[in-house]
């Protein structure tokens, strides 16, 4: 931390000219004999820093001396801030965004400044809850991912009761805004949902990494079984044109849009990860989309019509829908999956 604070003194004095020991401390949010132990430093190291006493007097760089953040235009150094802007809630990066703009030649910086202003992160959802949930435990794991260290993880997976595991971080992917880590366990790799993670122990022990290890390829590898399991099930059904676009919403790139009918509706194809919850799915819709088959998804549809029916007509409740031997029945039970989770395959 000490070598941060030269360099942060060393910049503020690049920018000021001249500082008092007061100033210095109120920037870098330290005491005073703090900071006046790192000018002292400064000078001690051979850096052409001196103090002068007495009114008007302060600390300065002798001849106007400069150290520059060289190598970066004035495109480019926009588009750094630009992209680490928003982020800049975080105390780390709000320091090092401070030790850049004062680095930068003084055309450059009222341009960066201004970057850094240009964009913010809502770290809520519409229903106003947090998604960022996942950011305690994130700076842990991407310090045992660069560092190479084995983990003992603690971890919630979908209807079960929370665990700890030994993991191998090998590296963090980012997915339609959420978080995963990728892992070696002793059943191969994995994804986990940080959003999941409820603790992060370093072991302290090397990771085992696979030979010719590549995170991005591993990714499209766990990632593509659980996207070919999202098109299992295809229904062809017939929709409303005031509830395409509400379908579309909902269901995005599995739905397939065709032609229209004679009756003015529209032609669909949906795809969905199994009968029961591409039913649970389209039942929202109503009676502006109507499935004409398979089978399976219709039948389906048919069961939670009735149950609804007889749970607001004020009937006895319907039992929950168990395993049967029925093959329009044979899809697992419980609630519908939650479709963002991660692979089945992922622990």
Known sequence: ???????????????????????????????????RRDLEALAAAGIPVYSQRGRGGGWSLVGGARTNLTGLTADETRA???????????????????????????????????????????????????????????????????????????????????????????GLVAKAGVD?????TDNGLRTFRLSRVTSVEPTGEPVTRPPDFDLATAWRTLSGAFQDGMHAVTARARVHPDTLALLQRFLGGRVRVGGPLPDGWTEVWVDGPAAKALAGHLAGLGAGLEVLEPPEVRQWLARIAADLTRMYAGEEPPAPHGPSSSSTDSEPSGPLPNFRDTPRRAS
Do not use: C
Not at 94 to 105: D, E, G, I
Not at 124 to 132: E, G, L, P, Q
């Open 1 to 35: 931390m000490r070598a941060d604070r030269l360099v942060a003194t060393l910049l503020f004095l690049q920018e000021r000219g001249r500082v008092t020991v007061p100033e210095v401390a109120a920037e870098l949010e330290v005491s005073e004999r703090t900071a």
């Open 80 to 170: 750094l801030f630009l992209a680490t802007g928003p982020l800049s809630a975080t105390p780390e990066l709000r320091t090092t965004l401070r030790k850049l703009v004062r680095a930068l030649p003084p055309t450059m910086r009222a341009q960066a400044e201004a970057a850094t202003r240009a964009g913010v992160v809502d770290a809520t959802d519409w229903s106003r809850n947090a998604v960022t949930a996942d950011a305690a435990h994130r700076s842990a794991l991407q310090g045992a991912v660069v560092d190479g260290i084995r983990v003992r993880l603690g971890y919630a997976a979908v209807g079960k009761p929370a665990g700890e595991r030994t993991v191998d971080p090998l």
């Open 180 to 184: 995963y880590l990728v892992a070696g």
